[in-house]
Nanobody
Framework: QLQLVESGGGLVQPGGSLRLSCAFS????????IGWFRQAPGKEREGISC????????NYADSVKGRFTVTRDNAENTVYLQMNNLRTEDTAVYYC????????????????????WGKGAQVNVSS
């Protein structure tokens, strides 16, 4: 059974940084691209970043471009989301999700239907 577990959330002041981790357990990590999503209270879930199965392609929503960086360690079955210069509007529950693929070099940050989801990690940005 494939599972995703997010960690690294918490409370940070505006302008601060956090790094989220997404640990993938189960077979086939190398054939899944990973997406990061977030959902703020009263808002729809939005895709903010993704990284291809090979790690060669990463994409970002305009709302986080230039501030967030996604990386993956295929040896550790883990994906990271480094979040810098955080803003109050970044407050949300952050989810990672996996989508199996035969095209290891691409990912789709706009795709909402994924195969597996983590339970989420809360990020609060507040002074």
């Amino acid at each position: 059974q494939l599972q995703l577990v997010e960690s690294g959330g918490g409370l940070v002041q505006p302008g601060g940084s956090l790094r989220l981790s997404c640990a993938f357990s189960g077979a086939g990590f190398d054939w899944n691209y990973i997406g990061w999503f977030r959902q703020a209270p009263g808002k729809e879930r939005e895709g903010i970043s993704c990284i291809s199965a090979s790690g060669s392609d990463a994409n970002y929503a305009d709302s986080v471009k230039g501030r967030f960086t996604v990386t993956r360690d295929n040896a550790e079955n883990t994906v990271y989301l480094q979040m810098n210069n955080l803003r109050t509007e970044d407050t949300a529950v952050y989810y990672c999700a996996a989508k199996s693929t035969f095209v290891r070099s691409l990912c789709d940050v706009g795709r909402r239907i994924m195969d597996y989801w983590g339970k989420g990690a809360q990020v609060n940005v507040s002074s």
